[in-house]
């Protein structure tokens, strides 16, 4: 069973920076999409970032430039590095991971995984 823990969450003032990281176990499929997503009263679900098993890497419009995710392979990890926040980046965000054995197409918006963490918070004040 994937199991996804987010830390890194909390608050800052706006312009600030924060890193989230998602520990990752119960991998068992060779293709994944990993990635995160961000929920928030008011707004609507929104995938913002996703990195796939061969490296390729894409951004919601609204984080391009800002932030940054990345993945440690050896470590099991999973990474968001969050710059130049906004009050409008307040959310839970959440780490997330769907899996194949043999073959899987990344997208952007993603496809709403199976796999989601218990949520970190992010808060931006102005």
């Known amino acids: 069973q994937v199991h996804l823990v987010e830390s890194g969450g909390g608050s800052v003032q706006s312009g600030g920076s924060l890193k989230l990281s998602c520990a990752v176990s119960g991998y068992t499929f060779s293709r994944y999409c990993m990635g995160w997503f961000r929920q928030s009263p008011g707004k609507e679900r929104e995938g913002v970032a996703i990195i796939d098993s061969h490296g390729t890497i894409r951004y919601a419009d609204s984080v391009k430039g800002r932030f940054t995710i990345s993945q440690d392979r050896a470590k099991n990890t999973l990474s968001l590095q969050m710059n130049s926040l906004k009050p409008e980046d307040s959310a839970m965000y959440y780490c997330?991971?769907?899996?194949?054995?043999?073959?899987?197409?990344?997208?952007?918006?993603?496809?709403?995984?199976?796999?989601w963490g218990q949520g970190t918070q992010v808060t931006v004040s102005a």
């Open positions: 997330t991971a769907r899996l194949a054995a043999y073959k899987i197409r990344c997208t952007m918006p993603p496809i709403s995984p199976p796999y």
